[in-house]
């Protein structure tokens, strides 16, 4: 099965800076890396993904990188806000028929006023 | 679009009760999915329907928790009994499928069993 590491696992950062968030994955066949962002007392909400026939995708502040070679694919986001605070998962996947994501640990990410 | 519903968002009970979370799709969405989130183990996959039929349940974690989906616009995640160990936060999911799809999520329901 996919094996999903994140890293950091928090991340503090002034407001206004760029953050990175990168995730790594096991299994070569992947070819589906979404990222999710989860409030809190919210349900994790997709904020941007990704194909393999794709390198870099971009949606103004936020653009995911995959290295397909390397197995990780990362986060940025730029002009950090307030709002950007919460806890972000990568979920690498196969679209092999069977519709299962499974979610690295989270990513904490405070943004400082 | 009213987005997946869960009821309760919150239950407390006690231990060796019988507890039924609920879910409510988005209409049009073929696969259903049940996660729970803990801080020890991030959040894990239960179960998932495909067109009301449970496909994969290899996550769910003993007899003692069973999921039904009666038709496309429901599905209940029974645990009878409860333990304390399954205090969480469940999630439903849903996703129009058809090639991997973005999956939409509900707000949880928070269980706690005393």
């Known amino acids: 099965g996919e094996n999903v590491e994140q890293h950091p696992s928090t991340l503090s950062v002034q407001e206004g800076d760029s953050a990175v968030i990168k995730c790594t994955y096991s299994d070569s066949a992947s070819n589906y890396f979404p990222w999710y962002k989860q409030e809190l007392g919210k349900g994790p909400q997709l904020i941007i993904d990704?194909?393999?026939?794709?390198g870099e995708k971009k949606d103004q502040r936020i653009a995911v990188t995959l290295n397909k070679t390397a197995k990780h694919f990362s986060l940025h986001i730029t002009e950090t806000q307030p709002e950007d605070s919460a806890v972000y998962f990568c979920a690498p996947t196969w679209s092999s028929g069977s519709e299962k994501l499974v979610f690295g640990k989270g990513t904490k990410l405070t943004v400082n006023p | 679009d009213a987005g997946v519903i869960q009821s309760p968002r919150h239950e407390v009970t006690e231990m060796g009760q019988e507890v039924t979370l609920r879910c409510k799709p988005i209409?049009?969405?073929?696969?259903l999915f049940w996660y729970r989130q803990t801080m020890m183990r991030g959040l894990e996959l239960l179960i998932y329907f495909n067109n009301n039929v449970p496909i994969d349940d290899s996550g769910m974690p003993e007899d003692r928790f069973s999921a039904k989906m009666p038709n496309a616009s429901f599905s209940t995640l029974k645990i009878q009994p409860s333990e304390p160990r399954d205090s969480a936060v469940y999630f439903c999911?849903?996703?129009?499928?058809?090639?991997?799809?973005?999956?939409?999520f509900g707000d949880g329901t928070r269980l706690s069993i005393l």
């Open positions: 209409s049009g969405h073929d696969y």
């Open positions: 999911a849903s996703s129009p499928g058809q090639v991997v799809q973005p999956q939409h």
């Open positions: 990704i194909r393999s026939n794709v």
